[in-house]
Antibody
Framework: DVQLVESGGGLVEPGESLRLSCAAS????????MAWVRQPPGKGLEWIGR???????EYNPPLKGRFTISRDTSKNTLFLQMNSLNNGDTAVYYC??????????????WGQGTLVTVSS | DIQMTQSPSSLSASVGDRVSITCRAS??????SHWYQQKPGKAPKILIY???ILQSGVPSRFSGSGSGTDFTLTISGLQPEDFGTYYC?????????FGQGTRLEIK
């Protein structure tokens, strides 16, 4: 079964950086499209960006430059590096994937989410 | 960016009712329309992808239809466990975008 487990969230102060991890099992990260989606408390879903099976990355323009997606295929893990965090980045961050299914959307499978709180 | 506009923003319905939620894209998205259900404190769950394909394990009372810019999620025979917030999504263009959500309450 496809499983995604996010970690690395927590409380940070404005201006700080944080790196989230997403440990994948049940499929190979190198063969799948994977994405990050966030959801501020009580609000809707916002797509952050994705990496495809070839390693090409694309981002939501307002976040490009501050947020970077990477993957370690040897550890079957996806990462999200977030820099210069501000209050507006407070959200639950979800890791998602196709699970290697070439027809499935990149947001077919979801992790449980990790909460990032930016506050002084 | 492609805007996804859902309606209604909320609705209340009774068990057994037929419920429809619509989503309008600001430009054509082909068949790259998908639907999700989210319950409080949980991650979203995919219901329908590519307009009308039912995700494995999702009850057959859920169905999707539409084309171009207008899409509909229908629940035929509402069940108590169908409460939650429903989101449409397009993956036709970058950035991927979601509708604002429709909150469904069971009377």
């Amino acid at each position: 079964d496809v499983q995604l487990v996010e970690s690395g969230g927590g409380l940070v102060e404005p201006g700080e950086s944080l790196r989230l991890s997403c440990a994948a099992s049940g499929f190979t990260v190198a063969d799948a499209w994977m994405a990050w989606v966030r959801q501020p408390p009580g609000k809707g879903l916002e797509w952050i960006g994705r990496v495809n099976d070839g390693g090409t990355r694309e981002y939501n323009p307002p976040l490009k430059g501050r947020f970077t997606i990477s993957r370690d295929t040897s550890k079957n893990t996806l990462f999200l590096q977030m820099n210069s965090l501000n209050n507006g980045d407070t959200a639950v961050y979800y890791c998602t994937t196709t699970g290697g299914d070439p027809v499935a959307p990149q947001t077919t499978y979801w992790g449980q989410g990790t909460l990032v709180t930016v506050s002084s | 960016d492609i805007q996804m506009t859902q309606s209604p923003s909320s609705l209340s319905a009774s068990v057994g009712d037929r419920v429809s939620i619509t989503c309008r894209a600001s430009q054509s998205i082909g068949f790259y329309s998908h639907w999700y259900q989210q319950k409080p404190g949980k991650a979203p769950k995919i219901l329908i992808y590519r307009v009308s394909i039912l995700q494995s394990g999702v009850p057959s009372r859920f169905s999707g239809s539409g084309s171009g810019t207008d899409f509909t999620l229908t629940i035929s025979g509402l069940q108590p466990e169908d409460f939650g917030t429903y989101y449409c999504q397009q993956t036709h263009s970058i950035p991927v975008t979601f509708g604002q959500g429709t909150r469904l309450e069971i009377k």
